[in-house]
């Protein structure tokens, strides 16, 4: 009993459990009552922020992470109780989206007295099939079985780049988006392009872009990013000859400095549409020895098209930078393996024999003479179809329709170039109407 009229301090009539079940970070409210009988006399409420014993102040790894390698993650856990571990204290990481595999998952750190700190280390690591993914991974720490602290870490994915010779170019990137969009649509193509991520590795230089020449360059999304040094690197590969295909919008084009790089050199020379897979070529016209040499190929930004729309942009544009031979025998794999990108590889080599012909009107160079046809492509490509057997070689015969057809829309009536193209194509005018139009 407390004595009538008197000022008393009890303390230790009771405890609080929090429930399991309780979120952390929520605050629990508790009533406390004095009461005689029915009557209250009186209460005060408690307000209790429901907290794990142990805090992680430190999770950190690189800021990109790479495949096939034991990427560290670097942890730190505080005591931030007013008592010390009654048991010892492990710290363990795991994977919880199944992206990674955890390859050093547990740290020992003994008992851990009131606010102290100790450190531990930890690694993960996952196959390149996940790589332009954001990962997830959480930091456990337990005394005992008991779950009493734990913290998150979501961290980006990338590739490191490494040259390959056999490689059919260089795609250059800024963004998990993009990264994912290429590797999604490098699978369908069967393309493996070397890469590039500025986030990795920094601005694209002179040094690693020469190592692409004759090859052609991927940029599938142009932007501010890839501005400054990547630009410049660019800009010099285009100004030696270079072929760079990019994905872009007419906004990305005006707004950012490599966009202004890419217009700047299609200013220079004929712009023309390869339709089988919308694409803006401009590359120069071989009869004038003055135009530039590099090549643009535009397409549609990786942000507006689905994965398979860009591996039609990315086979299409790889074929375009070929020479005629390559064209030619790429042309052949695929229609002998039943690819359905063979269509393109096609468009790829009529594109090319239909642009000479318009380029030696344009420049009136006198190309399909008899003293210069046989250094044509056109002609290159006669010789070659008619060296074929069976498949190929009905396949290449049967560009002579159409190309016949370009030589009278390429020359007028009376014009002595459509005399001059008749007699270049006659090999296989007669080839075709012997083998196809019986």
Request: net charge positive.
């Amino acid at each position: 009993k407390i004595p009538g009229r008197s000022r008393a301090l009890v303390t230790g009539i009771g405890s609080v459990k929090i429930a399991d079940s309780a979120p952390i970070g929520t605050t629990q409210k508790v009533l406390v009552r004095a009461v005689q009988g029915s009557t209250v006399l009186a209460q005060t409420e408690l307000a209790l922020t429901v907290a794990y014993p142990y805090a992680v102040p430190q999770l950190a790894t690189t800021s990109y992470v790479m495949p096939d390698q034991d990427n560290a993650v670097a942890v730190a856990v505080q005591n931030v109780s007013t008592k010390t571990s009654s048991g010892d204290v492990t710290v363990k990481l795991i994977s919880l989206d199944n992206l990674t595999h955890v390859t050093a998952g547990q740290a020992s750190l003994g008992r851990l007295a009131s606010g102290e700190t100790k450190p531990a280390n930890l690694a993960f690591t996952f196959t390149p099939d996940q790589s332009f993914q954001t990962v997830t991974l959480e930091v456990q720490v337990l005394e005992g079985n008991w779950l009493l602290g734990r913290r998150q870490l979501r961290v980006d994915t990338s590739r490191r780049w490494v040259y390959n010779e056999s490689a059919p170019g260089l795609s250059v990137i800024a963004s998990n988006a993009a990264g994912l969009s290429l590797d999604a649509a490098e699978k369908i193509s069967n393309l493996g392009f070397d890469l590039w991520d500025v986030r990795v590795e920094g601005p694209l230089t002179d040094e690693v872009i020469t190592k692409y020449a004759g090859k052609l360059v991927v940029i599938p999304s142009v932007n501010s990013a890839l501005d400054g040094g990547t630009a410049t690197a660019v800009a010099g590969f285009l100004a030696r000859g270079g072929e760079v295909f990019a994905g872009s919008t007419n906004a990305s084009l005006q707004a950012t400095g490599l966009g202004k790089v890419l217009t700047q050199a299609m200013a220079k020379v004929p712009s023309s549409t390869f339709s089988a897979a919308n694409l803006t070529v401009a590359q120069r016209n071989d009869f004038k020895a003055n135009d530039p040499a590099g090549v643009v190929i535009l397409g549609a930004d990786q942000t507006t098209v689905s994965a398979s729309g860009l591996a039609n942009e990315l086979v299409a544009a790889q074929a375009l930078s070929l020479g005629l031979e390559a064209k030619i025998t790429r042309l052949i794999a695929l229609t002998n393996a039943g690819s359905s990108y063979s269509p393109l590889a096609n468009a790829a080599v009529m594109f090319e024999l239909k642009k000479e012909m318009w380029d030696d009107k344009d420049a009136d160079a006198g190309a399909f003479k008899s003293k210069n046809r046989d250094k044509t492509r056109l002609a290159q490509f006669i010789r070659i179809a008619l060296a074929q057997q069976g498949t190929a070689r009905k396949t290449l015969l049967e560009f002579y329709p159409e190309l016949n057809a370009e030589r009278k829309r390429a020359s007028g009536w009376l014009s002595l170039r459509r005399a001059y193209l008749r007699s270049t194509l006659k090999p296989l005018a007669k080839a075709y109407g012997a083998e196809i139009d019986e």
